[in-house]
T-cell receptor, first 113, second 112 residues
Framework: GAGVSQSPSNKVTEKGKDVELRCDPI?????LYWYRQSLGQGLEFLIY????????KSGLPSDRFSAERTGGSVSTLTIQRTQQEDSAVYLC???????????FGQGTRLTVV | QKEVEQDPGPLSVPEGAIVSLNCTYS??????FMWYRQYSRKGPELLMY????GNKEDGRFTAQVDKSSKYISLFIRDSQPSDSATYLC????????????FGTGTRLTVIP
């Protein structure tokens, strides 16, 4: 079953360290999204990639957050100098095109200690 | 004020009960309304999708949108233990998963 795959499932890191979260979208999906789900908060949009277009970074909370998508497929979300408030589940989703249903991965649970 | 408000619960009901889940919103421009189901340690999955006002039924699930009251509902009939999950409402002005505003989710437990 080729769903959206995220790794690692869980990540514990020390405050101040950098982390990289990986997302493998469904094959053939041109759109890819990153969301953050914090305790007691709804899903918060972070960034969106569509084909070869420039990404929509409007949801990134600070310049410590960045993401790239190589070859129109795999995406990496990088958080530099992690803070305790970065602790959350980071969800990746992909869709065939912008206006079609998005399918979510299982998420990466990040804990900053 | 949040764009979308949703009671986090938790909500516990006996098997077979009718469940009512609700969200309110403040942006009158929202016209696309969704309900997602999220099992523990899993990503959300789309359950129901409605455009503008009205009702939509799919099996045991019914989604209602009342734009005049800025209020949406999801009803689950004959609830089953397998319905135990967190239910998230989401809505947007335009289509596209990059435009969605989510509620915080309501955790539902259906007791056998």
């Amino acid at each position: 079953g080729a769903g959206v795959s995220q790794s690692p499932s869980n990540k514990v890191t020390e405050k101040g360290k950098d982390v990289e979260l990986r997302c493998d979208p469904i094959s053939g999906h041109t759109a890819l999204y990153w969301y953050r789900q914090s305790l007691g908060q709804g899903l918060e949009f972070l960034i969106y990639f569509q084909g070869n277009s420039a990404p929509d970074k409007s949801g990134l909370p600070s310049d410590r957050f960045s993401a790239e998508r190589t070859g129109g497929s795999v995406s990496t979300l990088t958080i530099q100098r992690t803070q305790q408030e970065d602790s959350a589940v980071y969800l990746c989703a992909s869709s065939l095109a912008l206006h079609t249903e998005a399918f979510f991965g299982q998420g990466t649970r990040l804990t900053v200690v | 004020q949040k764009e979308v408000e949703q009671d986090p619960g938790p909500l516990s009901v006996p098997e077979g009960a009718i469940v009512s889940l609700n969200c309110t919103y403040s942006n009158s421009a929202f016209q696309y309304f969704m309900w997602y189901r999220q099992y523990s340690r899993k990503g959300p999955e789309l359950l129901m999708y409605t455009y503008s006002s009205g009702n939509k039924e799919d099996g045991r699930f019914t989604a209602q949108v009342d734009k005049s009251s800025k209020y949406i509902s999801l009803f689950i009939r004959d609830s089953q233990p397998s319905d135990s999950a967190t239910y998230l409402c989401a809505m947007s002005v335009q289509t596209g998963a990059n435009n969605l505003f989510f509620g915080t989710g309501t955790r539902l437990t259906v007791i056998p």
